[in-house]
């Protein structure tokens, strides 16, 4: 099992629930977060001073799949979350050791 982590735009999260939900990912989650990355932030003024932003709000969505999707999630997230500007965020992939349903005791790929 893997789990997915990608850092979007709030503007895509329909998007990619939607490309998620049409190739079966039943499970993820999404949690509003802020951070940066290249961009750095953004200078704007604010109430007629000039405020430097510096952690831009993103939607962290995170899924636990089986090791044989996870090629068609990074695609999926990548082709709906792709503005093609700087900021659309990024994908991480990360090894899951071991996964329990607390209500029935399942262990592994049966919590999915």
Do not use: C, N, W
Not at 28 to 54: D, L, N, P, W
Not at 55 to 69: I, T
Not at 85 to 94: L, M, N, S
């Amino acid at each position: 099992m893997k789990k997915v982590e990608a850092f979007i735009r709030h503007e895509k999260v329909e998007e990619v629930r939607d490309a998620l939900s049409s190739i079966g990912i039943e499970g993820m989650s999404f949690t509003e977060i802020k951070g940066f990355g290249r961009q750095k932030g953004y200078t704007e003024t604010y109430r007629g001073a000039r405020v430097t932003i510096h952690l831009r709000p993103k939607v962290k969505v995170e899924a636990v799949v089986d090791d044989s999707a996870v090629d068609r999630v990074i695609a999926a997230i990548g082709e709906s979350a792709r503005t093609g500007d700087i900021g659309d965020g990024k994908i991480f992939v990360i090894p899951v050791e071991y996964a329990q349903r607390i209500r029935t005791g399942e262990t592994g790929p049966e919590v999915l």
